[in-house]
């Protein structure tokens, strides 16, 4: 049962409303650079929305979401209240402070400079502020969920811990280290010239530290879907999960080797050497294995549920699914996603093949389609899940849900097949408007308004989805049944120690970071002349 | 129900089938893996470069990018070098001139802001920051034009940042180069 709903339910409200508002930027955007709107007078105002956009989907809504899904695993699975209540509230206030001094700052147009920072453009400090304050706020969850495992532990020894609340807080641990990379520039490099105090910025160094946080902070994201397809999908739709302990390794994987891969966004930078390029497209061929485990263990949950209830043959189980249940719905759509996405991902970070997208709108189409696609709608089936927890209200309405799961799946490959496409066609990407009329650039607008199309069906889709919230508080079925995570097919009596807490896995972490990070900050760091006059933006408006 | 599934698929083959599919997905991830390493040590396709710096403040008086020096000039061993200067909102120079089947070294680096640049049709591809050098080769293989955009947000003027690469005939641009004199060097508009 859920003790602290309503702490779980502002942290949901806060990401749904802040991800509507951003979708219907995101939605104007796609309309306002293509073919059916005319130059956009002021491109200053384009590149204020997608600032807003990118850091209210990249720090606010993917976190909060993350955040309130902690909170709730340690009540549901560990079956006690929060330890540290207050400090929670503490941790959302800062999130939420935060946000709000990021989107004024961004509002007024002092802070264009994209979620990305990229300095040495140079927004107001008041935007910079507001960043750190929202991962203050989000490492105080971080605290929280190691506490209050430790203290569960403690509480049982020897039981393993269970699987929900284990993948919650190896997403915490993840996201705890992740933001160390861009915090490090924002505090040390950033916010001191922001402030007047210093003059000159390593614009190099700057990225090599975000390249740290750009990476993970795809997997922080990640993080919540695939809690949700171990251990509430299978659940959902009557069946097993398949292996506890394969979708423990595949957790602590995405501890260790998400990290140290990086530099993979640079390898088109001149600051960085040929060599660290080089390893860090190596490594990042290991972060594709713990996908490859979940997909396996997933498709056999799910054919697990297929067979008990009655399906038979080789693909006869297909047919037996509950293809009306919205987790069902969901999971597919989200794995169809993922194996396109998933496939796009394999040419990034092969550094022959990056050169033909890099900074395109392939990238663009390619990290919607994962985060966007698979990811997101996720999060809205984990919302439906927890709904009538959090409200004691059930949802009625199945209809409704199935439709916008199907309009926002059916958005998002239309938004982003042609975004690839344009891509490969060499359209670069955070740009306010097209020559469209230009030889060169007019086979791409088609595409590009086939793209707008998709955007609009993904804010409709989006728009309802927080319709079904909203009307789901005022429904009038009371009846609520305790809350269960997914069983596997063979009950966890124990499992290696190693993998029922996170002492190697951080220290592995921890470790590998500073291999593949240590040289390249250093030498940098080392380097004279390096540094240059930051540029402020939008300080004139 | 549930005692039946407890009991009925064995531990073991549970173990049995996921440790194949581990076995064979990370198999894959290493053929993957090696096909990289392979590529780019067997073929040299590695990413730029060796770090290379340059003092932002001597930029554009006093060193390789300084204004007369930018633009395509013939190398000893027979190949070109194209050095390219990219600033808030442009590129210099506006429109690069090069010949085809020729080897080519594209040295460019960033008076302001970061900066980035593709050449359409082409697999030319990279970052250009200050303070900073970026080094690296191509070939055209025919005549053709090209646009080359920014390609990373640099500024509220960002999305009126496109140059052209135009490739001609490799006699037409050796004789042209030599009607410059012995430090002469080449863009569209001379």
Redesign the interface.
């Given at each position: 049962m859920l003790i602290n709903k309503r702490l779980v339910l502002l942290h949901f409200w806060l990401a749904f409303a802040s991800f509507a508002v951003a979708l219907a930027l995101g939605a104007w955007q796609m309309y306002v650079r293509s073919p059916l709107h005319p130059w956009i007078k002021d491109?200053?105002i384009?590149?204020r929305s997608v600032s807003a956009h990118g850091s209210t989907m990249a720090y606010v809504f993917p976190t909060l979401v993350a955040m309130a899904l902690g909170y709730a695993v340690i009540e549901l699975s560990l079956k006690r209240a929060i330890v540290g209540v207050k400090l929670a509230w503490v941790g959302f206030g800062a999130v939420a402070l935060g946000f709000m001094l990021a989107v004024i700052a961004i509002g007024r147009g002092t802070a264009?400079v994209?979620y990305t920072f990229?300095p040495?453009?140079i927004g107001s400090s008041i935007y910079y502020i507001g960043v750190v304050l929202i991962v203050v706020g989000s490492w105080i969850w971080v605290a929280l969920m190691g506490v209050n495992l430790a203290i569960w532990k403690r509480d049982n020894p020897g039981v393993p811990v269970p699987l929900p609340m284990f993948a919650c807080v190896a997403s915490a641990y993840l996201w705890g280290w992740t933001a160390v990379g861009a915090a490090i520039e924002i505090t040390f490099q950033i916010i001191p010239v922001a402030l007047g105090w210093k003059h000159n910025i390593?614009?190099?160094l700057a990225?090599v530290f975000y390249s740290w946080t750009l990476h993970a902070i795809v997997y922080f994201w990640l993080m919540p879907a695939y809690i949700a397809y171990y251990t509430i999908v299978p659940r959902a739709i009557g069946g097993?999960l398949?292996?506890d302990l394969?979708a423990r390794v595949s957790f602590v994987m995405f501890l260790v080797v998400s990290m140290p891969i990086g530099i993979h966004h640079?390898?088109?930078?001149?600051?960085?050497?040929?060599g660290f390029?080089?390893m860090h497209?190596?490594f990042t061929?290991?972060v594709?294995?713990p996908t490859?485990?979940t997909v396996?263990?997933i498709c056999?949950s799910v054919e697990?549920a297929g067979r008990?209830r009655g399906g038979k043959g080789v693909m006869g189980w297909l047919k037996a699914l509950p293809w009306g249940n919205p987790m069902m719905l969901a999971i597919t759509f989200s794995f169809v996603m993922l194996g396109f996405g998933g496939a796009g991902g394999?040419i990034n970070m092969?550094?022959?093949l990056d050169?033909?997208i890099?900074?395109?709108q392939w990238v663009t189409g390619h990290f919607h389609l994962i985060f966007a696609g698979a990811v997101v709608i996720m999060y809205f089936v984990i919302a439906y899940d927890l709904w009538p927890q959090i409200t004691g209200r059930a949802i009625a309405d199945m209809r409704l849900i199935r439709v916008q799961l199907w309009l926002w799946f059916i958005g998002i490959m239309v938004l982003t097949i042609p975004w690839h496409l344009v891509g490969i066609?060499?359209m670069?990407?955070?740009?306010?408007?097209?020559?469209y009329t230009?030889g060169?650039?007019s086979s791409q607008a088609l595409p590009v308004i086939v793209s707008v199309i998709g955007g609009v069906i993904c804010l409709f889709a989006g728009l309802l989805f927080i319709f079904i919230l909203v009307r789901a508080h005022r429904s009038t079925v009371d009846l609520v049944e305790d809350y269960t995570f997914s069983?596997p097919?063979?009950?966890t009596e124990s499992v290696p120690s190693a993998l029922n807490g996170f002492r190697l896995w951080l220290a592995l972490m921890i470790g590998l970071t500073l291999f593949n990070y240590g040289y390249p900050i250093a030498?940098l760091i080392a380097?004279p002349?390096?540094?240059?006059?930051g540029?402020p933006?939008?300080q004139g408006h | 129900?549930?005692d039946n599934?407890?009991e009925s698929?064995s531990?073991s083959i549970?173990?049995k089938?996921?440790r194949r599919?581990?076995i064979m997905?990370?198999a894959?991830?290493?053929i993957?893996?090696l096909?990289?390493?392979f590529?780019?040590l067997h073929w040299a396709?590695?990413?730029?470069?060796?770090?290379?710096?340059?003092?932002?403040a001597s930029l554009e008086t006093n060193s390789e990018f300084s204004e007369s020096n930018l633009g395509s000039a013939a190398s000893k061993d027979g190949s070109v070098i194209v050095r390219v200067l990219a600033q808030?909102y442009s590129f210099t120079p506006q429109c690069i001139l090069l010949p085809a089947n020729t080897p080519i070294t594209f040295r460019a680096t960033s008076a302001?802001?970061?900066h980035?640049m593709?050449v359409?049709?082409t697999?030319?591809?990279?970052?250009?920051?200050?303070?900073?050098?970026?080094?690296f080769k191509t070939v055209f293989p025919q005549p053709a034009e090209?646009?080359m955009?920014?390609?990373?947000?640099?500024?509220?003027?960002?999305?009126a940042m496109?140059a052209r690469v135009k490739v001609i005939e490799r006699a037409t641009f050796f004789e042209m180069l030599k009607r410059k004199g012995a430090n002469g060097r080449l863009n569209c508009v001379n």
């Amino acid at each position: 049962m859920l003790i602290n709903k309503r702490l779980v339910l502002l942290h949901f409200w806060l990401a749904f409303a802040s991800f509507a508002v951003a979708l219907a930027l995101g939605a104007w955007q796609m309309y306002v650079r293509s073919p059916l709107h005319p130059w956009i007078k002021d491109p200053e105002i384009y590149y204020r929305s997608v600032s807003a956009h990118g850091s209210t989907m990249a720090y606010v809504f993917p976190t909060l979401v993350a955040m309130a899904l902690g909170y709730a695993v340690i009540e549901l699975s560990l079956k006690r209240a929060i330890v540290g209540v207050k400090l929670a509230w503490v941790g959302f206030g800062a999130v939420a402070l935060g946000f709000m001094l990021a989107v004024i700052a961004i509002g007024r147009g002092t802070a264009s400079v994209l979620y990305t920072f990229y300095p040495p453009m140079i927004g107001s400090s008041i935007y910079y502020i507001g960043v750190v304050l929202i991962v203050v706020g989000s490492w105080i969850w971080v605290a929280l969920m190691g506490v209050n495992l430790a203290i569960w532990k403690r509480d049982n020894p020897g039981v393993p811990v269970p699987l929900p609340m284990f993948a919650c807080v190896a997403s915490a641990y993840l996201w705890g280290w992740t933001a160390v990379g861009a915090a490090i520039e924002i505090t040390f490099q950033i916010i001191p010239v922001a402030l007047g105090w210093k003059h000159n910025i390593d614009a190099g160094l700057a990225r090599v530290f975000y390249s740290w946080t750009l990476h993970a902070i795809v997997y922080f994201w990640l993080m919540p879907a695939y809690i949700a397809y171990y251990t509430i999908v299978p659940r959902a739709i009557g069946g097993r999960l398949y292996s506890d302990l394969m979708a423990r390794v595949s957790f602590v994987m995405f501890l260790v080797v998400s990290m140290p891969i990086g530099i993979h966004h640079l390898f088109a930078d001149p600051q960085v050497g040929s060599g660290f390029k080089f390893m860090h497209s190596v490594f990042t061929a290991l972060v594709a294995i713990p996908t490859l485990l979940t997909v396996f263990t997933i498709c056999a949950s799910v054919e697990i549920a297929g067979r008990l209830r009655g399906g038979k043959g080789v693909m006869g189980w297909l047919k037996a699914l509950p293809w009306g249940n919205p987790m069902m719905l969901a999971i597919t759509f989200s794995f169809v996603m993922l194996g396109f996405g998933g496939a796009g991902g394999l040419i990034n970070m092969s550094y022959q093949l990056d050169s033909t997208i890099h900074n395109t709108q392939w990238v663009t189409g390619h990290f919607h389609l994962i985060f966007a696609g698979a990811v997101v709608i996720m999060y809205f089936v984990i919302a439906y899940d927890l709904w009538p927890q959090i409200t004691g209200r059930a949802i009625a309405d199945m209809r409704l849900i199935r439709v916008q799961l199907w309009l926002w799946f059916i958005g998002i490959m239309v938004l982003t097949i042609p975004w690839h496409l344009v891509g490969i066609m060499g359209m670069p990407r955070r740009m306010a408007y097209f020559d469209y009329t230009n030889g060169e650039i007019s086979s791409q607008a088609l595409p590009v308004i086939v793209s707008v199309i998709g955007g609009v069906i993904c804010l409709f889709a989006g728009l309802l989805f927080i319709f079904i919230l909203v009307r789901a508080h005022r429904s009038t079925v009371d009846l609520v049944e305790d809350y269960t995570f997914s069983l596997p097919i063979h009950r966890t009596e124990s499992v290696p120690s190693a993998l029922n807490g996170f002492r190697l896995w951080l220290a592995l972490m921890i470790g590998l970071t500073l291999f593949n990070y240590g040289y390249p900050i250093a030498s940098l760091i080392a380097r004279p002349d390096t540094s240059v006059p930051g540029i402020p933006i939008g300080q004139g408006h | 129900m549930s005692d039946n599934i407890r009991e009925s698929p064995s531990v073991s083959i549970v173990h049995k089938i996921e440790r194949r599919w581990a076995i064979m997905m990370s198999a894959i991830m290493l053929i993957l893996m090696l096909t990289v390493v392979f590529t780019g040590l067997h073929w040299a396709m590695m990413p730029p470069s060796r770090v290379e710096t340059i003092r932002i403040a001597s930029l554009e008086t006093n060193s390789e990018f300084s204004e007369s020096n930018l633009g395509s000039a013939a190398s000893k061993d027979g190949s070109v070098i194209v050095r390219v200067l990219a600033q808030q909102y442009s590129f210099t120079p506006q429109c690069i001139l090069l010949p085809a089947n020729t080897p080519i070294t594209f040295r460019a680096t960033s008076a302001d802001a970061i900066h980035g640049m593709l050449v359409t049709g082409t697999n030319i591809n990279s970052m250009i920051e200050p303070g900073y050098i970026s080094t690296f080769k191509t070939v055209f293989p025919q005549p053709a034009e090209h646009l080359m955009p920014c390609h990373e947000y640099c500024g509220t003027g960002h999305q009126a940042m496109w140059a052209r690469v135009k490739v001609i005939e490799r006699a037409t641009f050796f004789e042209m180069l030599k009607r410059k004199g012995a430090n002469g060097r080449l863009n569209c508009v001379n």
